[in-house]
């Protein structure tokens, strides 16, 4: 067990009320001075998910769970799309239909400049942004005490909740409109898009607790301050025991599967004289959607600031013309089995004219749309036409794998990878 020797500075006028935010503010460690006037004790910090504490109401138990949340959404706006087609001027654009467009968009949104989704709310939800509790994501924070309130009533399992929340999908979003930005409305005309929802790619997570407690109780912190100082004691042990305890991982699930989440914190009573722990509840729970209803769509659109005689007469010389707007495209094939311990032998004929990627998805769950894991295998190697791919046996599990894909997607100098990505890998 290891130990310490700390020394914390506390404000004189805060001496006896070390709350969450002058600890973040003055907690620091320094080397052992004895000077005479401050008194040193080792202390013995032991991993428990329990704590003892005083609670006399039940509002510190529920600030706790109105500060713990979980998120639903989507990693990207665009993975809600699981098939389109595009309609121009009344007629179906000749290799538009596209029937795995979360697929598409998955590794499209992937390979992104980090930079253009950080702060993009209603789009993305960038993991780093969703785990620190930031509104900067696409989909809902569902606190506990939320969630009991309407699961509370109900008797029946499987219990459901409804979830509600704006989704905006740029065109650009979508690999075929990957060009879209730099062309005027007017040239394209009549334009329509047909597509279809895919329920699966949705994804759920636990909020850092850490992070989303912190910030409850700095928006909170007037109401906290007038339930007496006993209360914000609790907090504080509260905050510094959870964030020993609780066992984060860097990474989304996909809707249908089961993480580990915090169900419930509640107050257990360990002796007569009104002493209780504060124990949290992780159990593993399945998130999955029984039905969607989408209230309302919108679309805008906004070109050029050109004037109507020059839009009009843009739209009459291509009117009669065939106009090419250039982008990429992606199609996958699944594989006819898993993959096992004697490795998987397939056939495929894909078309390599116009391919200039490709990549191999080893999902652990056949639910799994958008969420991948690194595959952890040894000396892994593809054979293609009696020719092995790459020249040596690659292995998964050191960080040689995890340059080489750096470098595969141009994310090594040019972008910098997101952290659920650079988990993915490592």
């Known amino acids: 067990m290891n130990r310490q020797l700390m020394k914390t500075h506390i404000p004189k006028s805060q001496e006896n009320l070390q709350t969450i935010e002058n600890l973040l503010k003055t907690f620091a460690i320094q080397p052992f001075q ?26 510190i138990i529920n600030a706790y769970k109105e500060g713990t949340f979980i998120f639903v959404g989507l990693k990207n706006s665009a993975e809600l799309i699981r098939e389109y087609v595009l309609y121009h001027r009344g007629r179906t654009i000749d290799g538009s239909i596209q029937n795995d467009a979360t697929t598409e968009s998955f590794i499209y949104n992937t390979i992104k400049p980090k930079s253009e989704k950080n702060n993009n709310r209603f789009v993305h939800s960038l993991y780093e942004n969703v785990r620190k509790d930031d509104i900067s994501c696409c989909g809902r924070y569902l606190s506990i005490k939320e969630i009991s309130d309407v699961l509370a009533p109900q008797t029946a399992v499987p219990y459901a909740m409804p979830v509600g929340f ?36 949705f994804v759920f997570c636990q909020v850092d607790p850490i992070q989303s407690m912190a910030k409850y109780y700095t928006i909170n912190k007037d109401e906290l ?10 907090i504080d042990l509260f905050f510094r025991n959870w964030s020993l305890t609780f066992q984060y991982t860097n990474m989304y699930t996909q809707i249908g599967c089961t993480a580990d989440l915090i169900t419930g914190i509640r107050a257990e009573e360990l002796t007569p004289s009104g002493l209780k722990n504060l124990v949290c509840d992780i159990k593993p729970v399945t998130v999955s959607v ?16 050109a004037s109507e005689t020059c839009l009009n007469r843009v739209c009459q010389f291509y009117s009669n013309r ?20 004697a490795g998987i032998k397939t056939t495929q004929n ?41 020249d040596f046996p690659m292995n998964t599990l050191n960080e040689q794998f995890f340059t080489m894909q750096l470098q595969a997607n141009n994310l090594d100098n040019i972008f910098e990878a997101c952290d659920e990505y650079e988990d993915s890998l490592a």
């Open 34 to 59: 004895n000077d005479g006037e401050h008194h040193f004790s080792i202390k013995e910090i032991k991993p428990e998910s329990q704590m003892p504490s005083l609670f006399d109401k039940e509002v």
């Open 166 to 201: 704006t989704v905006s999908i740029p065109l650009d979003d979508l690999l075929i409109f990957s060009a879209f930005s730099e062309y005027p409305n007017s040239l394209f005309g009549d334009l329509k898009i047909k597509f279809k929802i895919n329920p699966s790619a």
């Open 225 to 234: 301050l007038s339930s007496g100082q006993d209360k914000l004691k609790d």
């Open 290 to 305: 029984r039905n969607y209803i989408i209230t309302a769509v919108t679309a805008n659109m906004c070109g050029y600031k």
């Open 322 to 341: 065939p106009f090419v707007v250039p982008a990429q495209r992606i199609e996958s094939w699944v594989f006819p089995s898993a993959a096992s311990s």
């Open 350 to 390: 894909i078309p390599l004219s116009h391919v200039i990627d490709t990549c191999l998805l080893f999902p652990k769950d056949a639910r799994h749309v958008t969420c991948y894991e690194n595959p952890c295998y040894f000396d892994m190697q593809i054979n293609i036409m009696n020719r092995n791919f790459p």
